[in-house]
């Protein structure tokens, strides 16, 4: 089993910036993706970015250039950068492992 624990989450007006963490313990060498999904409140969950276990990175169209993936397998840590928020962006953020673990969720808040 694979434990995901995220961190960061709050209330920012539009335009601040928040970074996520999200910290993985347990079956460690089965980790290759890990991913950040958001899920607003009556919509269904979405991809918001992807990063190998070699630091590659995928982007959600909507993010356009305003996050940052990025990983220190070293700490097993997978952090998302968000500047620039708007207030579509808010929801529960969710890190996600391997395509099949998941953590419970920060929210992000973003305040017009």
């Known amino acids: 089993q694979v434990q995901l624990e995220e961190s960061g989450g709050g209330l920012v007006q539009a335009g601040g910036s928040l970074r996520l963490s999200c910290a993985a313990s347990g079956l460690l060498y089965s980790i290759n993706n890990m991913a950040w999904y958001r899920q607003a409140p009556g919509r269904q969950r979405e991809l918001v970015a992807r990063i190998t276990h070699g630091g590659s990175p995928t982007y959600a169209g909507f993010v356009k250039g305003r996050f940052t993936i990025s990983r220190d397998n070293a700490k097993n840590t997978v952090y998302l950068q968000m500047n620039s928020l708007k207030p579509e962006d808010t929801g529960v953020y969710f890190c996600?492992?391997?395509?099949?673990?998941w953590g419970q969720g920060t929210q992000v808040t973003v305040s017009s």
């Open positions: 996600a492992a391997a395509g099949k673990y």
